[in-house]
DNA sequence: CGTTTCGTTGAAGAGTGTCAAGGCCAGTGG
DNA sequence: CCACTGGCCTTGACACTCTTCAACGAAACG
């Protein structure tokens, strides 16, 4: 499978580049000319490791950088007082991580990296610098963090509005959709998160989610193997995101 | 629904100013120096009036317009395709509409005004412009969006992991002290939305916040009387939501 | 290789949703 | 002024989805 976990290597000081990075299509400097990328050259100030299962930065913790994900996949969530954990988004290569923490300079959600992942570490002031430097900055940068209110207006229809099953198959066919604008597959990849903060993220127990993709799985709809994922039939999936029965198709 | 056309009047002659509205701490130039809330003052273009029932926009809607609320009430709700609204947010006076509209320069979302209601309108150009003026503007508009990414956070939360009764508790204390810090009593407010745009809001049918409303009224949480709520027992209220961030639950 | 974490599945039960009937209230027109 | 209307709210009975509890198997890890 072509997305199997990466070996990472050591980064020694290299000069860090936006204009030559690959995942530029999906990263800071999107929708912005090759001249104004070569001016935020510096934007990205060093990168970062973290292994899996540790902490990019935590709740609470002085909100500095910007990080941009180059490799690797993690997750954020908040944590209310008595426990309880709510993820509130995976994040792969390309996305940017700690937005949250402008608000009130300090991270207001946990991020743990769920495999071996790095980062460029953007400091928030560069992007100030550059939001006054650069004469479009400022709207790009109001547009990544617009886009991730729209985003979030999606997932609250999901949380408020759908059935485990419409969750799932939402989740899924986003899954699938986001490899496949990295150059993965779009029908087979792995869930590099467990059952449970599947279900945390979709508002949905652990034995809820197995179940559903157990019941996915006979309905011919994916094969799902562990964490292996096969999407077999999208449009199906797709039909019960609607809230559509596949009998009531033809309406 | 009626089809009418939308009764949007303008109020172009008055001089808008921030400097000596009284919403200063709500609204846009929140945290700002007095000195540069004076050269925000043509921040403000013009005022509109939307009358209950009627939206300020809808979903795709051209973008070109934050709306700051003066008075009045609005709800904003997002559409699945196949037609269920999912209630994102109640707005009231200081509060700023249109930010998700950034993202794609079109409104993704549908603001519908509750009650007779005035904004002003804040052409986006200008804010841009104020970024490029205003040494600490864009850090300042880009803690608002922030602000709302942070808020959103609390809600998932709730949405994802909470009961009805802790639902309609939050949502409760959250409204009581929005209502007082604006002036206004927290302890007997109107609500100024039915119990289906509080159920689909907080992910609830429309029988369960009625029935759940009735049950607090039982236990002398609260009197209900239709749409006039009087808080009896607040800390009543923040035990069945357990102890949770004050900071997350500003729903 | 034992230990731990993770995943699957079943049975029973709680919490919400659905459906239905009726009451309350504001607005409308006779 | 009153009856009528339609929207909104309440309440009950019942159905159903999802959770809870529990047991077991599979994979990952030191």
Chains 1, 2 share one sequence.
Do not use: W
Not at 33 to 60: Q, T, Y
Not at 67 to 80: D, E, H, Q, T, W
Not at 180 to 192: A, D, N
């Amino acid at each position: 499978m072509s997305n199997m976990p990466t070996t990472i290597n050591a980064v020694p000081t290299l000069r860090v580049n936006c204009s030559h990075c690959n995942l530029r299509e999906h990263c800071v400097p999107l929708g912005l000319s090759l001249k104004d990328i070569d001016r935020l050259e510096d934007l990205v100030s060093s990168r970062k490791r973290i292994r899996r299962g540790e902490p990019l930065f935590r709740a609470g913790d002085k909100f500095d950088c910007i990080y941009a994900i180059r490799l690797g996949f993690l997750k954020s969530s908040v944590m209310s007082s008595d426990g309880r954990e709510q993820v509130t988004n995976f994040h792969m290569s390309g996305e940017l991580l700690g937005l949250d923490g402008i608000a009130n300079d300090v991270y207001s959600c946990d991020v743990v990296a769920l495999e071996d992942t790095e980062v460029c570490m953007i400091p928030y002031e560069r992007i100030l610098a550059a939001c006054n430097e650069i004469p479009d900055y400022s709207i790009h940068f109001q547009k990544i963090l617009s886009r991730e209110i729209v985003r979030q207006h999606g997932l609250m229809l999901l949380l408020g509005s759908m059935h485990a099953e419409e969750r799932l198959a939402a989740f899924l066919l986003s899954l699938a959709q986001r490899f496949e604008s990295r150059g993965y597959s779009r029908t087979e990849f792995v869930l590099r998160m467990t059952r449970a903060e599947i279900g945390s993220y979709l508002g949905l127990k652990l034995e809820t989610v197995s179940r559903v993709l157990s019941r996915f799985g006979h309905d011919n709809l994916i094969a799902v193997n562990q964490k292996h994922v096969h999407i077999i039939d999208a449009d199906g999936l797709r039909a019960i995101v609607s809230g559509q029965n596949p009998e009531m198709l033809q309406v």
